[in-house]
């Protein structure tokens, strides 16, 4: 038996089994940190959402008028998020994809959103995300992370990630233009296990540079 001690591992096969049995995360409505985000006029131009799900922030921005494409590994989350689309009449377009792949990509997005994924990632995992978010975005673009901080207590569902562990990742050629502790939202059911008003996480607009740096 696992020891409470040991996370499992977040393959493609966990989430086809979470989103058939009811994912904590799929609350049926934006996370209100990005519904403030898309109300305050900071995002501008194109939108990519990694690790989309069913689509609820992708929608968001769609309906603000932003060209947006989601991008999931988990073929079904993508049916329903196209559903959801035609169901509202938005634009927004869904892709099976791996967000761990970001360079092979054709186009290019004058911001990134990512609601929960970098933190079922693993290590390896988090730099290949990071390394496609640099060929992803134009210069000047932004990367909207929302992700469990390590203030929220226990071990149940993804890594609680710290602020030094954050900062580290995004040291190099991007400026962290804010990072504060902010609620996540679970579904009811799911609630129970996490702190009441929902997991403590962080929510940070990391951007990279205007201009690339010359080389030495
Ligand atoms: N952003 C959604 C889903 C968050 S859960 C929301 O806020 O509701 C994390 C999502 O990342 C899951 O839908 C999972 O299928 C997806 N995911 C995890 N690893 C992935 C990968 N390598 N490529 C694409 N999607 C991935």
Redesign the pocket.
């Known amino acids: 038996m696992l020891s409470m001690g040991v996370r499992r591992r ?1 393959s ?1 096969q966990v ?1 086809e089994e979470l ?1 058939r049995d009811g ?1 904590p ?3 049926g409505r934006p ?1 209100p940190v990005f519904l403030e985000l898309a109300d305050s006029g900071r995002v501008r131009g194109s939108v990519l ?6 689509g ?2 992708a929608l968001l921005f769609a309906s603000r008028g932003h060209e947006t494409l989601g ?4 073929p079904a ?1 993508i049916e329903l998020a196209r559903h959801k689309a035609r169901q509202r009449a938005l634009a927004a377009t869904f892709e099976v ?4 792949m970001l360079g092979d990509l054709r186009a290019r997005f004058d911001n990134v959103i ?4 970098l933190h ?2 693993g290590g390896a ?1 988090k730099r290949a995300l990071e390394a496609g978010l640099r060929r992803v975005l134009r210069p000047g673009g932004g990367y909207f992370l929302l992700c469990f901080c390590d203030r929220e207590p226990g071990d149940h569902g993804p890594e609680r990630i710290s602020e030094a562990r954050l900062r580290g990742l995004f040291a190099s050629d991007w400026e962290i233009v804010e990072l504060r502790q902010v609620r996540s939202q679970v579904t009811a059911e799911k609630s129970v296990h996490f702190t009441p008003g929902g997991p403590r996480a962080w929510f940070a607009e990391i951007r990279r540079p205007v201009a690339g740096r010359p080389s030495p």
């Open positions: 977040w493609r989430f989103y994912a995360w799929d609350i996370q959402d990694v690790g989309c799900g069913s609820e922030n991008i999931d590994h988990v989350a994809g791996d967000a761990l990512d609601s929960g994924l079922v990632l995992e």
